[in-house]
């Protein structure tokens, strides 16, 4: 833990909030249009319409608050799945709750030519939670209940089983995949604000709830028995939290596609930061998920300039490493 | 006087497996109780189901007169503790915050934390010697230290029944007593009611009022140790050829058991059957 005190963690906090605004205004400036913090200023005061101004007011804004509200979304997701599974691995990629949402909306638009905002998002729920109950089910059957182990690997054949479906259709149907490709790669790019404003109240909504739920997340973090030996509703809680996740993975992927990495990487780094409490842990993993997306969008445009990288490939690029690392602690690393 | 818990008819059972066959069990206010019998006997079933962890087939548990299934978990949780078998915290969690976590049920939206909850949690780490552990992680301590640290926050929660599954595992002899000894002295001093499962026997009939001995899915015998424990029992609930004798300390039955092992003295044969 890097950050002993609540005097520190509350500097902690402060630090990210400034570092996550740095990192909206670097991703409104930087790119392949050449634009400055005075262009930017300008644009947004007395937009002259320029193609400057017009990048920076209907491409890089939208970006920058996407990249900021996804990475925020899944971040929090992450910490959520990883307390209720017990599961330093789960996360709502590894555990098909984004490819589960992804096949769900690439059907919608692709076969069913869905194109209203608020129905893709409901979609996106719908199959984020169809994702979330089947892991929950398969990872339940057999004597022992519910094991970390059992919901790994039910997790990982659903994640598996959603992505292959999705190919599978998409091999079908070629119209549909340069429709979607980009899309499905995991992109904030090219998205307009429209989209973010859709899902922001269900995101809202499960960022707000997440922290309400935290010191319970807490005590719901000393194992089932005890949870419920002081008092804590720990069905309530996990259909709560379920619910949470639901909102954010779901409507992260409605935005931006199935974008992996962020979910598993940054509980673990924030925990590493503020310790295991959730109220700490909550609102600082949202930060640096908003953050890491944000660097990980401004990278991929630099990476093969003037061509764009999809930002899932760049939090690929960062989170496997990271990722590896967890998984060979194991799952009882003490 | 209701007695502090009782349980009516009741059907403990995993899928279809039944754990415990229509119980009905006593456990009078303001004394200790423990639960005695083999690996496996259903005794940690039991005292999870007194403690509402698991929903019960058939029957239902009375916590002082009234149906625990009608009341509020929280409110529960003010008059009864539980200590599960082998908890296990999650690591990086320190000692500190494992004790706060005890004061979970006093905790509201506008009552966050408050002096008393301070002063429990205090009297919690001293009553059993872990205030120098209490920056410590729970997972960096030994397996005796751990297990106090449990019994802290168990002790925090302020309740007048503590139920306690093996609070003496992992724990050195002096330790073990001390443990008892704080028990003891809780149900003393303050009247709490204790519910325990030891595996001692001996310990078992020093500190406890009433022996609940478990096997076949029901109660085999209750009641004051020096009246139900003797080598017939031991025979029946844990299947073991002993002498039981009197405790030279405190009169308490004392149970030594044969087997193999060096002997140095000369003994009559026993007749063991
Ligand atoms: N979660 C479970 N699912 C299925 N069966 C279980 C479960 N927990 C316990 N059992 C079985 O129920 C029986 C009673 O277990 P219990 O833990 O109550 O025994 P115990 O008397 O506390 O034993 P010990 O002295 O070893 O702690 C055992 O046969 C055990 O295998
Ligand atoms: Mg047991």
Known sequence: MLLKNNGQKV????????????????????????????????????NNGSNEHLVITTVRLPRA????????????????????????????????VNAGAGFAVVIAVTLFSIGDLQAIAWIAFAGAAAAAIGVYIIGSVGREGLTPIKLTLAGAAMAAMFASFTQGFLVIDEAALEQVLFWLAGSVQGRKLEILLSVLPYLIAGWGIAFLISSKMNVLSMGDDVAKGLGLNTVMLKIGAGIVIILLSGGAVAIAGPIGFIGIVIPHVARAIVGIDHRWVIPISGLLGGILLLLADILARYVIMPQEVPVGVMTAIIGTPFFIYIARRGFNAK | ????????????????????????????????????????????????????????????????????????????????????????????????????????????????????????????????GIQDLKDRTVDSLSGGQRQRAWIAMTLAQDTDIILLDEPTTYLDMTHQIEILDLLFELNEKENRTIVMVLHDLNLACRYAHNIVAIKNQKIHAQGKPEHVINCNLVKNVFDMECEVTIDPLFGTPLCIPYGKGRCIIKRAEVGNG
């Open chain 1, 11 to 46: 500097l902690g906090l402060i630090i990210a909030i400034i570092l996550l605004l740095l990192f909206i205004c670097a991703s409104i400036i930087y790119g392949y249009t050449d634009t400055t913090w005075k262009m930017a200023l300008n644009a947004f005061q007395h």
């Open chain 1, 65 to 96: 608050l996407i990249a900021a509200a996804v990475g925020c979304s899944l971040a929090i997701a992450g910490v959520l799945m990883q307390t209720l599974t017990k599961n330093p691995l789960a996360s709502p990629d590894i555990f098909g």
């Open chain 2, 1 to 128: 006087m209701a007695d502090a818990i009782e349980t009516k008819n009741l059907t403990l059972t995993y899928g279809d497996t039944i754990i415990i066959n229509e119980l009905d069990l006593r456990i009078p206010k303001g004394e200790i109780t423990v639960f005695i019998g083999g690996n496996g006997c259903g005794k940690s079933t039991l005292l999870r189901s007194i403690a509402r962890l698991l929903k019960p087939r058939t029957g239902a548990v009375l916590l002082e007169g009234s149906a625990m299934a009608k009341m509020s978990t929280k409110d529960i949780a003010k008059r009864m503790a539980i200590l599960p078998q082998s908890p296990l915290a999650p690591e990086g969690l320190t000692v500190m915050q494992l004790v706060k976590q005890g004061r979970y049920p006093y905790q509201t939206w506008l009552k966050q934390w408050t002096e008393e909850d301070e002063e429990k949690v205090n009297r919690a780490l001293k009553a059993t």
